[in-house]
């Protein structure tokens, strides 16, 4: 590099970090987990970004982070103020969206996250769809059933089968899925059709997850069957994983039904005691509750809705 190309990239670099306030400074290090890579991320040098965070911290009178030469970490003072902070900048990038109005404008990056099955099955299709609206939106998928703390993994919105307790969060339901007891005929033949909802307690089951050993089978008709009539010796929290065991012969599986429509149309599977159709589940889009949801967030959760409501066509 010679000397004027030096002096050339040294104007860049302070003319990128003269744009960055303080507060700024600060999120992007939290969020980033360093100064290092905070740093890197914005095009600039680390030291120029520790001042910025050091002369918030002198306005404050608060000590925001504890630094460190791997990491950085916000303090208990730090994450109540980052979470403050982070509420108000997602606010007004909320308002100004909501008066610039349309998809054209949407762009940034947005973060989701969901269960594998559900996110394979029902996001992607929305991610294709809305790239379609807002092409120079930059989506990230995070597939997972421990994904929960929206807030600390700077996530946008996140999909769960029902709302959560967390106050600080709105729930906003989306789409319901039906629900429907399966088996092979295989299994069937070896174990005998159940006739009453009383006979599942003869039966093996294929459970998503033990967790749902611990859950009564509801039916639309409201009945219930207790969960402790639900026997099993295979689980696991992949509907994927599940499918195949199920087709196998190693028991009765209450899942989605449209995991198992193409089986129930062919014979692979049959559902049992049809005339006593169990309970489905609703889904829910949970984001960060704020005034003004972000266009990004809303025109993904219009897409995720249409993904649903089309199990229904």
């Known amino acids: 590099m010679t000397k004027k190309d030096a002096i050339l990239h040294l104007s860049i670099v302070e003319n990128a970090i003269s744009m960055i306030s303080p507060e700024q400074a600060f999120l992007h290090v939290v969020e980033a987990g360093s100064f290092k890579k905070a740093a890197e991320l914005l095009g600039t040098d680390s030291s120029s970004l520790s001042r910025k965070v050091a002369a918030l911290e002198a306005r404050l009178q608060v000590k925001l982070l504890q630094r460190s030469t791997a990491r950085s970490v916000p303090t208990d003072m730090g994450q109540t103020y980052y979470k403050g902070l982070r509420k108000l900048i997602n606010e007004q990038s909320a308002l100004e969206e909501e008066i610039t109005g349309g998809s054209a404008s949407v762009r940034g990056r947005l973060r989701v996250s969901a269960t594998v099955d559900f996110g394979e099955r029902f996001l992607v299709p929305a991610i294709q769809q809305i790239q379609m609206q807002a092409p120079d939106l930059s989506v990230e998928l995070l597939l997972g059933s421990d994904v929960d703390n929206l807030l600390e993994k700077n996530l946008d919105v996140a999909f769960r089968f029902g709302p959560l307790a967390d106050s600080s ?118 984001y960060m509750a704020r005034d003004f949801l972000p266009q990004k967030t809303r025109l993904f959760i219009d897409c995720v809705i249409e993904q649903l409501a089309a199990l229904k066509d």
Request: charge should be negative.
């Open 169 to 286: 969060l709105y729930a906003r339901q989306v789409g319901q899925i039906s629900r429907v007891l399966v088996a092979s005929p295989e299994y069937l033949e070896r174990m005998g059709t159940p006739e009453t909802i009383d006979d599942l307690k003869f039966h093996k089951f294929v459970l998503y997850s033990l967790s749902q050993a611990r859950v009564d089978i509801a039916f639309e008709d409201g009945n219930l069957f207790s969960h402790q009539g639900i026997h099993s010796n295979v689980a696991a929290n992949s509907l994927r994983a599940i499918h195949p065991l199920v087709i196998g012969g190693a028991g009765i599986h209450w899942g989605p039904r449209w995991l198992y429509q193409d089986d129930l149309d062919t014979g692979s599977v049959v559902e049992l005691l049809p005339e006593h159709p169990v309970s489905g589940f609703s889904i829910f889009a949970v």
